[in-house]
């Protein structure tokens, strides 16, 4: 099967069969079979992501009853008692065994928490390769991110007597919700790594079009609050009844009115307000689901600190106790000029691209990619984030959501590209 096709076979049941976040179970097994078979050394589960970095990560019953699930559905069994306890990482290596830098790639494979459509008009129901699971759908792009990974893995298994150096190819679970990267970075999965590169499909870029190196990422925190009060009869005795509901939305009202920061963009929404148990009682229980942004760490670490405050002042006043869980979490971070103005270079080359911008400060929302980035930056290293341009038939995390499969294939060819030319100059 040539290349081309079986990039878009690999999308099309990466995105029928999506997994959420540390679920990613069926997708890292097939995903670890195929590189196997390339002939990639592997290492996956808990031996590249650190057990205590792994934040909002599902319960165990969920984790086992979809362990279930991915077995039934077409998992490698060889490989997927690797990943049934929702450690879902696979670090897969190249050695040429000859001179060269570490380059190591990026590839995220999580899906979103969203009812995928179901309309005639959307490709993916007219193709047959719609999300069997309802509720969980690709609508950000990491099936076809998978599909480029194993791209590139095939591209630089084919072509390894060409190579030196060694190439590592990361296949991160929970990007969305930033959850998964800080794991695989504390586990030391950075470490040695002189040149790295993370990348992404769409975000706004047109097709044709390729952003070498995005900057625009903020700092994001995303925290679920708890308060636990006590009921009482609203109408008799509502004196001793500690109003959970009412600390709840004291705190929702006086988040959004932190005041913000001279040194940059911050953000702050409370997504979610769940409270109370009946019209007649006081309510006992409420949560928030939270979540701050900066356009530095530092920013980010304010607003993330005035939440606390107020969630602590809100509670006091009600007489209620609470509690903040941090369920995910992703850092600022700058790209590297020079590995940018490289990939540039590389990509003007390539025939599908039309426009390179060096790079981008357009503000991308947040991407927990960022610890890798640092990660590599602090020990000496290089290290980017890149997009490449599609046509969408609708906005990232949109039921509607999808891609033009034409963009994979020149992507797989404009990393592989890099990876040759990097470890040829690095030598």
């Known amino acids: 099967m040539k290349l081309v096709e079986q990039l878009t076979d690999w999308r099309r049941d990466f995105h029928r069969f999506p997994e959420q976040g540390f679920l990613e179970m069926r997708t890292a097994s097939i995903v670890a079979s195929i590189l196997y078979d390339l002939g990639f050394h592997l290492k996956m589960g808990k031996e590249v992501m650190n057990v205590d970095e792994c934040m909002g990560k599902p319960d165990l019953k969920i984790t086992s009853e979809h362990a279930k699930w991915a077995k039934e559905n077409g998992a490698d069994e060889k490989f997927l008692p690797f990943f049934t306890e929702g450690y879902t990482g696979i670090v897969a290596t190249l050695d040429t065994q000859l001179p060269g830098p570490t380059i190591a790639f990026r590839f995220d494979m999580d899906a979103l928490p969203i009812k995928e459509s179901d309309s005639s008009e959307h490709l993916p129901t007219q193709l047959g390769f719609r999300s069997i699971a ?248 290089q290290a980017t984030y890149c997009i490449f341009g599609t046509d969408l038939a609708a906005g990232h995390h949109h039921e509607c959501f999808d891609i033009n499969e034409n963009t994979l294939l020149p992507a797989v060819e404009i990393l592989f590209a890099a990876a040759k030319d990097i470890a040829k100059h690095d030598e």
């Not at 930033?178 to 950075?190: D, I, L």
């Not at 590995?339 to 503000?363: C, G, R, W």
């Open 134 to 381: 309802e509720g969980t759908m690709h609508a950000c792009g990491h099936d076809a991110h998978t599909a480029i990974g194993l791209g590139l893995a095939t591209l630089l298994a084919g072509n390894k007597e060409q190579l030196t150096g060694v190439f590592k190819l990361i296949f991160q679970p929970a990007e969305e919700g930033t959850r998964g990267a800080k794991a695989m970075a504390r586990a030391g999965v950075a470490d040695g790594i002189d040149y790295f590169i993370a990348s992404h499909i769409g975000t706004g870029v047109p097709q044709h079009h390729f952003v070498a190196a995005n900057n625009g990422f903020l700092a994001t925190s995303k925290l679920n609050i708890t308060f636990k009060g006590t009921a009482a009869h609203a109408g008799s005795e509502p004196e001793k009844g500690k109003n959970a509901l009412l600390a709840a939305a004291t705190a929702a009202l006086n988040m959004h009115a932190i005041c913000r920061h001279s040194g940059g963009d911050s953000r702050i929404n409370v997504g979610e307000l769940h409270a109370g148990s009946g019209r007649n009682v006081v309510a006992n229980h409420a949560s928030l689901i939270a979540e701050t942004r900066g356009e530095t760490s530092e920013i980010n670490d304010y607003m993330k600190e005035q939440a606390h405050n107020i969630v602590a002042g809100a509670a006091l006043m009600y007489g209620v106790e609470y509690s903040i869980d941090t369920v995910g979490e992703a850092i600022s971070c700058k790209c590297s000029e020079a590995l940018a103005n490289k990939l540039a270079t590389i990509a003007e080359q390539h025939p599908f691209i039309e426009h390179v911008v060096p790079i981008s400060d357009n503000n991308a929302g947040s991407e927990d990619a960022t610890y890798f980035l640092e990660a590599v930056q602090q020990q000496g290293g």
